[in-house]
């Protein structure tokens, strides 16, 4: 197949070891930092990273548009983070799908099922870790490792398989988990092997990216009709939250207004106000205290 056009966009991409810088220079795509004034154009795929830069997607000139998911975004936000609605709705758009990891991909695909989801995994650097609380196990696995994890971030490891997952509310937890594999080295040493066996047909080129992507140019794009009623309807979703959130804050307020503290101290500040002799007081304190 002839050499993709492609067009990454991105927030910024790390030199060095980063998973997506090293796809997008091993595909000779054009990485673009954004926000960006323009994209000289066209290409036949243009790609974004995160929601961040989804929302610069359609500003490329391309013949397909993709979003690379490497994690559902908007789990991690509260619901009152107005950034979750905009990382919710990144996932509505008619765009073709690659999910970076297995669980992703189910996750994904179960959100989307009226979409095209790809499951292609990034090639990723081995770094031995023996707790990874954040990000991504697969480093530390490649590294031989037998990470000790939380269920939000386990990935491939499996409990007492390929590592350990620690209780997400329990921090003293994870310094068990340490004491257990330091004290038993027979255990450690065979979830260890259960964490090389787990990543060993592990990708180390971009070699699913590319063909994720050429799966994707080779078939139709998605269907574009019924994709606004999806994104409406978490649009409203996000207002309703956004409401919801005005009220309740009103109602604090309201609550604040009448206690009598404040009432007290709205009182004295008045007093203060209409007294000049008090109002010259106040002046003086105050630039002392600027």
């Not at 604090?252 to 009448?258: S, Y």
Request: charged share 25%; proline share 8%.
């Amino acid at each position: 197949m002839a050499v993709l056009r492609l067009c990454v966009l991105a927030e910024g991409l790390p030199a060095g070891d980063d998973p997506v810088a090293r796809v997008a220079a091993e595909l000779s795509a054009e990485v673009v930092t954004v926000p960006a004034d323009s994209v000289a154009g066209p290409f036949d795929v243009a790609v974004s990273t995160s929601w961040q830069s989804t929302v610069h997607l359609f500003a490329v000139e391309a013949d397909r548009y993709v979003e690379l998911v490497s994690s559902l975004e908007f789990e991690a936000m509260d619901a009152w983070q107005a950034e979750r609605l905009a990382a919710v709705v990144a996932l509505d758009l008619p765009v073709d799908f690659i999910a970076t990891d297995p669980a992703v991909h189910a996750a994904l695909s179960a959100l989307r099922p009226d979409a095209r989801v790809l499951l292609a995994r990034l090639p990723v650097t081995p770094v031995a870790a023996d707790v990874v609380l954040e990000g991504s196990p697969i480093p530390a696995m490649l590294a031989g490792c037998a990470p000790i994890v939380l269920s939000s971030n386990a990935g491939p490891v499996e409990h007492m398989v390929s590592g350990l997952v620690a209780e997400p509310d329990d921090p003293a937890d994870v310094a068990r988990l340490r004491a257990l594999l330091a004290d038993d080295p027979s255990l450690a040493a065979r979830l260890a092997e259960g964490a090389r066996a787990a990543v060993a047909n592990w990708p180390d080129d971009a070699s699913e990216i590319r063909a994720a992507l050429e799966e994707i140019v080779a078939t139709p794009p998605p269907e574009s009709l019924r994709w606004p009623h999806r994104l409406m309807g978490d649009v409203m979703a996000g207002v309703a939250l956004l409401r919801q959130d005005h009220f309740a804050a009103s109602a604090h307020i309201k609550r604040l207004e009448n206690d009598e503290a404040y009432v007290a101290a709205q009182k004295v500040r008045d007093r203060v106000e209409s007294s000049r002799p008090l109002r010259a007081i106040a002046r003086r304190a105050k630039k002392r205290l600027l």
